[in-house]
């Protein structure tokens, strides 16, 4: 698997629980990596994800495997669903004063301008695809790490956004996918509640071109500082 | 290609730090970057720009602020059509166009007001954008950026535009002009990104007669036959008449590769389709 040595690496050096996981969008059914099944279950993207990191489940979801709709839209997999689009639910859900707040972060929301067919998983040391982005779910202190892998080479400062809606999916699958640079999100209330991200978990999104030089240099903090 | 990152309600000077590590780390070296950010993010930009050997050209919005990233030493591709008459200059733009990746800017330039008004219309027509227009010393320009023809909602598509081209053209090679301006105006609507058809009927068929268009020169244009060679080649679809072929004992082996027989209800069924533009040679 293409894949493995990098996965197993990373585990490895980040003492990860689980797995880095592979995400992947797929513009068409032959798109689909040779061999993967369609999700038994509905799920939440964030919940394929963790099932992947934590199960090993490999796989894929198109529109009708996705139960988070908002999820599945910023995705390409199906239209905005209206009320996520203005801004209405979210106010309702509490996480906004206004409407116009709400809509001021909506409108901000990464979302793909592209159409897919469905999100492809599989925890990276046994990913038999290319990914567009690798989910890690880790603690901050193995985040710190990543970030600061990522700046080793030729440093700077790491930039993340989030706005606490949308975290696996936007922001961390399709923020990192369009514009090829990592993010760090925190989650949201649906991935903390019902995905099982856990009080002491946040989360990195990394293109795949990334990968190798951020491996590289956590070997060089290993041997550094331990 | 021009790489697009929307990166609106990111805040200033986070949004710099997202523009360096997107420079510093770009998927295709030396590629362009358009970065869409709220009013305001845009501060500092121009800075990272010159850190990372880029040129930074912001057009500001009420709601968006675009961040365009140019690598250094990258200039907008230049053509000056000056001389060439029509179609050619029609023809020219379209061809580079095609060749251009979306977000990718030309500047074309012509001493002729007349010509640059006729390639802005082609270039509008396609889909492109006319992001500027003027005139440096005796040569007028415009400056366009290659978009995506914005697709119409199902239903509207004919009224909102006619993107496909039919050619009928009944004269055949008794009239050479008419037979050139089949093919000629066939080349500029391909190159304007349109879909084309010509059909040839009554003695309009004799052009597709295997070894007639050889016959038909003008001292300033091509052979007949290689003008429609390429008009095929290009994609147009090509009917001859079956009543006119069999009136005049063509049969369809008798007809130029590329060039099918259909019947009238094929014709008819084009003239009736609103979303088509029907020219008459």
Redesign the interface.
Known sequence: MKYESLGKELIGLLGLKGSPVAVKLAKTPADIPQGYQKMSEKHRHCQFVQDARLKGTIGYATKAEHLCRGGAAVMGIEPSPELLADGTTYQKLGNFKTVEGAIDTVSAIPKTGEQFYASVYAPLEKAEFEPDVVVIVATPRQVLRLSQAYLYATGGRFAADYSGIQSLCADAVVAVRERGVPNVTLGCNGSRKYSGIAEDEVIFGVPIKDLEKIVEALKTFKEKWG | MV?T??????RAP??E??A???L????TPGEEVRFIV?PGAEAGMEAVARKYGYKAEIAKGEKEVEVRMVPSGKTTEEIDVTGETCPGPVMIVGDKLSSLGIGERLKVKSASADTIADVSAAVTASGSLILNQGKEGDRNFIIVEKAEKKAVAAGTAALASKDRVVVAQSNGIGNAERAYATFIFSKVALSMGKKVTIFFLMDGVGIARKGNAETVKHPAFPVLSQVMDEVIKAGATVYACELSASFRGIKEADLVPGVKLAGAATFIQLLSDPGNAVVNF
């Open positions: 790489k990152i929307k990166a609106l309600g990111i986070n949004a730090f997202l360096a590590n997107v510093k780390n770009p998927d709220s």
